[in-house]
């Protein structure tokens, strides 16, 4: 069974950048791809990056293209995201999902593991 685990939320002010770590454990062979979605209170989940496992090509949303980056160390099992020129607007709760997809990688639905998130709050 997958388990995955973020680490590396916090509060920053505009303008200013974190990474997000996900470490992937467990029978990650039954896996072929990982994201990185968030959640503000009353907000839909919001699929952000992710990627196929096996070529890495990443998929972003138009809320975070060309400011963050996601990219997946196979070796360490660990998803990153890479978060510059933040705005209060990115103020939500960060999850680290991985699944089987055959559909949207951005797509919530496609993903049945899920880290507990970590926040991420970015003030004015």
């Known amino acids: 069974q997958v388990r995955v685990a973020e680490s590396g939320g916090g509060s920053v002010q505009t303008g200013g950048s974190l990474r997000l770590s996900c470490a992937a454990s467990?029978?990650?062979?039954?896996?072929?791809?990982m994201g990185w979605f968030r959640q503000a209170p009353g907000k839909e989940r919001e699929g952000l990056a992710a990627?196929?496992?096996?070529?890495?090509?990443?998929f972003y949303g138009a809320s975070v293209a060309g400011r963050f980056t996601i990219a997946l160390d196979n070796a360490k099992k660990t998803l990153y995201l890479q978060m510059n020129r933040l705005k209060p607007d990115d103020t939500a709760m960060y999850y680290c999902?991985?699944?089987?997809?055959?559909?949207?990688?951005?797509?919530?639905?496609?993903?049945?593991?899920w880290g507990q998130g970590t926040q991420v709050t970015v003030s004015s």
């Open positions: 990627l196929y496992t096996a070529d890495k090509s990443p």
């Open positions: 999902a991985a699944g089987m997809v055959d559909g949207g990688l951005l797509d919530p639905y496609e993903y049945n593991t």
């Open positions: 467990g029978g990650t062979g039954s896996l072929n791809a």
